[in-house]
């Protein structure tokens, strides 16, 4: 899978943080979202998905 | 209005063919959002309903529908707007005079919210758990050495939420009684306006507005100080417009937690069977507190916004300039995405609840929420595990009129 972000639209919220810690984590100076990884291992998928659910910004992607 | 012999008809304003008044009020469990409005996600999950202006608004129960409009950049939570749903005119008053982020849209709204966003990462606020356990340490102490009964919002669900506020304003420990008594007027939907508008200035103009000019001399560790000094004093914000964040973060950060928790404690005394559970288990605390938050949703006056172009959605037309209330604890009952939604269950996965809102308004001190709520109803479990109701739920006091839903007392025993 490949994930991806749109920092733009991001509130920084911390709920992708949450639901996948190994993908996700936000910049320490303004909270917006990091992606650790960008090809996570497939077992990340629910975790991804997830993620994406949640993000109240709508900032995040996931190609399978 | 006489009774009509219709009593259905006249007991659901909706299907009386006539523009019903919103808000509607609780009746049965007070821990259940108008039943109404049940009927309602059912047969009209968009409907038309009449302010306390006269003004009319849509009123959107459906939780696909609540996060769709609020995610939607056509939608703004400008409160100058003249279709605004406005809540009260002290509301607006207050608002007006202090504007803050809440009620922004981009390129506002962002600029605002991300001067804050590092201060509320996820991280940050794991590194405030020993502080927060140790208050909430403090203050079982002080319960348990007096003995039974306690009342859980005097001892404790009122004050661990507003010390936290504290530390981020930096607001000195001496000064803090002030600061909560004042707080505690301004939330309190008995107060009359006059009285609260007249101390929100007090505590805006007066004691934040000062509270600025000593960190301003004397910059501390707090976010305050922070915003003083990389914010206020560069010119990127003024005076003003630091009150206002102030402002917004008491109003935000106190009732809305504090009787999330007092609530929240409310719903497992009245499920034993479910306490037990968490007593017993404490890896089920986070999903508990997700239900929690999903079954009181304490930001119980909806979501206000304005249209700014036509949406169609749900088989309506939303036109621009019209007003919308997204009523988040209506769409967290929606039984299409939590199965038995009134049924309160802390094993069921509560995630993805609208309690903090959704959209780029989404709340921005929810890790600190969650934070404060898993160690405070964490620590009541482990170390008064017998605890229930000292009084029947009949003799509570709940706070109905609100902006924040709430409870005046929680006398328990053990
Ligand atoms: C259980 C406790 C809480 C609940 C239920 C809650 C609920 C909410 C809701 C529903 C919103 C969205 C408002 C809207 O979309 O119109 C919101 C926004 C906000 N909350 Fe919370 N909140 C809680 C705790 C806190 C705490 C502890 C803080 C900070 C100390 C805080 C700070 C804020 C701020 C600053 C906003 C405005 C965000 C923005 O407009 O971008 N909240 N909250
Ligand atoms: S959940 Fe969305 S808005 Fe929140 S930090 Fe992650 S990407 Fe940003």
């Known amino acids: 899978m490949r994930v991806t972000i749109e920092e733009d639209k991001c509130c920084g919220a911390g709920q992708c943080v949450l639901a996948a810690p190994t993908v996700f984590d936000q910049r320490e100076e303004d909270g917006i979202v990091i992606l650790l990884d960008e090809t996570p291992p497939d077992d990340k998928l629910a975790e991804v998905r997830q993620a994406i659910r949640l993000c109240p910004a709508l900032a995040i992607k996931v190609e399978v | ?414």
């Open chain 2, 1 to 414: 209005m006489s009774v009509s012999h219709d009593a259905a008809a006249a007991g659901c304003p909706f299907h009386a063919g006539r523009v019903p008044d919103y808000p509607t009020r609780r009746s049965g469990c007070p821990l259940d959002p108008p039943p109404e409005l049940r009927e309602l996600r059912k047969t009209q999950p968009i409907a038309r309903v009449k302010m306390w202006t006269g003004q009319e608004a849509w009123l959107v129960t459906r939780y696909e529908d609540v996060r769709a409009l609020l995610a939607d950049p056509r939608v703004s939570a400008d409160n100058s707007r003249p279709g605004y749903p406005g809540a009260n005119p002290g509301m607006a008053m207050v608002r007006a005079k202090y504007p803050s982020f809440i009620t922004m849209d981009a390129p506002q709204h962002p600029y605002f919210r991300r001067m804050l966003t590092a201060d509320f990462t996820v991280k940050r606020i794991e590194a405030m758990r020993p502080r927060i356990q140790s208050l909430v340490d403090e203050r079982i102490d002080a319960i348990l050495a007096k003995g039974p009964p306690a009342d859980i919002v005097h001892e404790l669900t009122l004050a661990l939420p507003m010390i936290m506020i504290c530390d981020l304003l930096g607001v000195p420990y001496e000064d803090q009684h002030y600061f909560h008594e004042k707080g505690m007027v301004i939330a309190n939907g008995k107060t009359p306006p006059a009285v609260a508008s007249a101390a929100i200035v007090e505590l805006c103009d007066g004691y934040i507005g000062s509270l600025i000019d000593r960190k301003n001399a004397d910059p501390g560790e707090d976010m305050f100080s922070r915003l003083v000094v990389t914010q206020l004093r560069p010119g990127h914000i003024t005076k003003q417009q630091l009150i206002g964040i102030g402002r917004l973060l008491l109003v935000a950060g106190h009732e809305t937690s504090a009787n999330t928790m007092s609530l929240g404690l409310l719903a497992l005394l009245e499920h034993p069977e479910q306490q037990k559970a968490l007593v017993e288990d404490p890896s089920l605390l986070n999903g508990a507190i997700e239900e929690i938050l999903r079954y009181v949703d304490a930001a119980h006056a909806g979501r206000r916004r304005t249209a700014i172009e036509d949406i169609e959605i749900g088989g309506v037309t939303i036109r621009a300039g019209e007003g919308i209330i997204c009523h988040n604890p209506a769409a967290d009952r929606d039984p299409e995405v939590f199965p038995d939604a009134d049924r309160f269950d802390i094993r069921r996965d509560a995630r993805g609840h609208v309690a903090f809102g959704f959209g780029v308004h989404q709340c921005l001190g929810q890790p600190l929420a969650r934070a404060e709520l898993q160690i405070a109803i964490g620590t009541l479990m482990r170390r008064i595990p017998t605890m229930r109701l000292a009084v029947p739920v009949s003799e509570l006091d709940f706070k109905e009129d609100n902006f924040v839903y709430g409870i005046e007392h929680l006398p328990v025993a053990w």
